[in-house]
């Protein structure tokens, strides 16, 4: 009988180890858990993922602001081109861009009024959807899927 990654995949063949079954596993969850959130992003704010944790990230070192490489290494999902994100949201006036005034090369960005009144509009929200998509899991389960991430993010193994 075909377990739970295998009956979402429709997969009728075995997985090659159990390794390629956990990691196509994780990015099913990952890839469901986001979902509803992105779309309510998209409908509520007009925000990506990306937009969204780039503001929040700016949110957390407000009042300073940030050059775009110390956003990068921020961010959840890896984004290769930041520059283009903090574009977007300074076109809405949600960012600003100001020189470093003792290396005029950098610029840092930092979060507007406006941006920081949109994060408290969806604060609620963002403190309410773990809840809903992962609070049937009880505390004891929770505590042993963050263990279980935790020895994932801390010792992954690595590719070429």
């Excluded at 505590?143 to 690595?158: K, N, R, S």
Aim: proline share 6%.
């Amino acid at each position: 009988m075909p377990g739970i990654v295998a009956r979402e995949l429709k997969q009728t063949s075995a997985f090659r180890s159990p390794e390629q079954e956990a990691f196509l596993g994780l990015r099913v969850a990952a890839a469901r858990i986001v979902e509803p959130w992105a779309k309510f992003l998209k409908t509520t704010a007009e925000l990506t993922l990306n937009q969204y944790n780039v503001l929040r990230i700016l949110r957390g070192s407000h009042p300073t602001g940030l050059p775009c490489g110390d956003i990068a290494d921020r961010m959840v999902a890896r984004d290769p081109d930041v520059t283009r994100l903090v574009d977007r949201l300074s076109r809405r006036g949600l960012v600003t861009r100001v020189r470093n005034r003792q290396d005029r090369r950098i610029v840092e960005v930092g979060i507007t009024e406006k941006g920081r009144h949109i994060l408290r509009r969806l604060d609620e929200h963002a403190d309410r959807m773990p809840k809903a998509l992962l609070g049937h899991l009880g505390p004891k389960k929770l505590e042993q899927l963050l263990e279980l991430l935790g020895d994932v993010i801390t010792d992954l193994g690595t590719y070429p």
